[in-house]
Nanobody
Framework: QVQLVESGGGLVQPGGSLRLSCAASRNIFSINVMGWYRQAPGKQRELVAL???????NYSDSVKGRFTISRGGARNTVYLQMDSLKPEDTAVYYC????????????????WGQGTQVTVSS
């Protein structure tokens, strides 16, 4: 059973920064993308950012220019650098891994982490 383990969440003031990390418990050879989703209270889970093994990226419009997704040195690790944080970024952030097609549609098996809380408040 593969597990995705997130870390790096916490409480930060508006305008501040946080860096989230996600690592798979073991190598996953059947995936071509890792990334982040988030879910705020009372809202649906939404895409934040994705990064493929060929360095294609997909960002939500709400985070473009503020968040940066990158790959770690170890296989199946991914980071999310979050700058200029806003109160509306408050959510549980989930790491996700799997296989996507050229249109960013998820196919085959998907893996989810347990989530890490990010709270932006003064």
């Amino acid at each position: 059973q593969v597990q995705l383990v997130e870390s790096g969440g916490g409480l930060v003031q508006p305008g501040g920064s946080l860096r989230l990390s996600c690592a798979a418990s073991r190598n996953i050879f059947s995936i071509n993308v890792m990334g982040w989703y988030r879910q705020a209270p009372g809202k649906q889970r939404e895409l934040v950012a994705l990064l493929t093994t060929t360095d294609r990226t997909n960002y939500s419009d709400s985070v473009k220019g503020r968040f940066t997704i990158s790959r770690g040195g170890a296989r199946n690790t991914v980071y999310l650098q979050m700058d200029s944080l806003k109160p509306e970024d408050t959510a549980v952030y989930y790491c996700k891994a799997g296989l996507v097609d050229g249109g960013w549609n998820w196919i085959n098996q998907e893996y989810w982490g347990q989530g890490t809380q990010v709270t932006v408040s003064s």
